[in-house]
C-alpha cells in the first residue's frame, strides 16, 4: 500500500475515525506489544480510545493476580495510580473498565452493560466509528461501529488459563461483521481463515526498529552476551534450552534476561534461581530505551521457545528488535521465524538439541560489515512504515464503507 495519510495530521484537520480499541493487556504492562504500537499509530490521525484487558484469562489469587485486580478497581473508579510508565499519543483515551473476568452467563448481560457504560463516550461520538479489536470478546459493540478490524496476533484459545469457549464464540460472532482480519502469523492466518472470516491481511509483527538502532554499538564494543527479552514464563519458555544457552555461554560472555516474571499468570521464580546459577543475569524490565542500551553491546539474541500449540501462532516481534540492534538471532523452530530464516542469513532456527552448538560461531568477533547487515535487514520492518500502512488501510476501508 501506498501512504496517503499523513504522518501527523495538520493542525485544523478533523481526525479521520473514532477509534476503539480493545486491548488484552494493560496500557501500562510491562512490555509493550502489537496493540501498544498500533494503537500510538493510529492516533497519528484518528481519535483513539484504548480498552485495557477484559481478564480472558481467569485470575488465580497469586500475589501478582491480587495486586494487578487491585489497581485495576482503582483505576476503574477513578483513584490516583501511580505515573505513567507508557506515554499517551496525543488524543488517546485510556479506559480501564470494571467487568468481571468470567465471559459466560449469568455474567454475560453484566459485563455487556459495564463495558457499554465504560465506552459511553465512543458510543455517543461523532461517526465514522471503528472497532479495532485484539481480543474476540467484544460484547457486541461492534454493533455501533460503521467499520471493525480484528487484530489477531495470537491463538488465544490455547494460551494457558484462557477461556477457550469464549474465544471460539466471540470470533464466531465476530467474522461477519468484520470488514478486515489481520493476521500476525501463517498459523494465525489459517485459524481466522477456518473459522470464516473474509477478508484476511497477513501482516507480521515489526519493532520499533530506529529505537534500537540508535543505541547500536560498534562490533569493537560489544560483547561475548546473549540476551532474550521478553516475557519469562513457564507458558513460552524452553527451561531445559534456557539452561542448555546458560551453560554454553558460560566462560565467554553473559545470558542476560530482559523482562517481567510470569507477567501473564504463574510463576518463574524458581526457574529464574536456577538460570542465575548457572552464571544468567536478570536486568529487570527494561525501559524501549534501556533495552536498545543492553542490546547494542550483545552478539546474539535468543529465541528459546517451547514448540506448542500457541507458540506455533507466535510472531515474535523481537526477531526484529535484534535485528536492529546489530545482533546475530538464533531460534527455536518457530514457524515465523523459520519463514524469516528463509530469506535472512542473520537468523538462524534450530530444534532445541542443536539449538546451543550453534552459540560458538556466532559469539566469535565481527565486523561494523556484519553488524550493518543485520541493522539493514531490519530497516523495513519498523512501526514508522507499518504505521502507514495502517492508517492507509483505515483510511481506504471507510472510504469504501460510504
Partial sequence: MTASVPDRPRAGDAP?????????????????????????????????????????????????????????????????????????????????????????????PVNRALLRRATA??????RPRVLWTFTPVTYGLEEAADLVIYHCVDLLATFPGVDAVAVARGERSLSPRTAVAVATSTAVQAHLAAVGFPRIELL????????????????????PDVLFSGNLTVHKLDLRLLEAIATAVRGRGELLLAGPLAAGGGSFDAELRQLEALG?????????????????????????????DYTRGVSPLKCFEYLSSGLAVLSSPLPAVAELARTNPHVTVAEADDLP??????????????VGARMASAAEHGWEGRGVLLRDLLLTELTHGR
Avoid at 357 to 369: E, I, K, Q, S, Y
Wanted: net charge positive.
Fill in 16 to 108: 479521520v475515525a473514532n477509534v476503539l480499541m480493545l486491548g488484552t493487556a494493560e496500557w501500562d504492562s510491562p512490555i509493550a506489544t502489537n496493540q501498544h504500537y498500533v494503537a500510538r499509530e493510529l492516533a497519528r490521525t484518528a481519535n483513539v480510545t484504548f480498552v485495557e484487558s477484559l481478564g480472558l484469562r481467569r485470575p488465580t489469587l497469586r500475589r501478582d493476580d491480587v495486586v494487578r485486580m487491585a489497581s485495576r478497581l482503582r483505576r476503574a473508579l477513578g483513584g490516583r495510580e501511580v505515573p505513567a510508565q507508557r506515554p499517551r499519543p496525543a488524543g488517546t483515551q485510556i479506559v480501564s473498565p470494571l467487568v468481571l473476568p468470567v465471559h459466560r452467563r449469568p455474567t454475560y
Fill in 121 to 126: 463516550d465512543w458510543l455517543r461520538s461523532a
Fill in 204 to 223: 507480521p509483527n515489526v519493532a520499533d526498529v530506529s529505537v534500537f538502532t540508535a543505541a547500536s554499538k560498534p562490533a569493537a564494543h560489544r560483547r
Fill in 280 to 308: 544468567a543475569r536478570h536486568l529487570g524490565v527494561l525501559t524501549p530505551d534501556q533495552l536498545a542500551e543492553a542490546a547494542g553491546t550483545c552478539a546474539v539474541g535468543v529465541i528459546p521457545y517451547a514448540i506448542n
Fill in 357 to 370: 552448538a550453534h552459540l560458538p560461531g556466532l559469539l566469535r568477533p565481527v565486523t561494523d560489515a556484519v
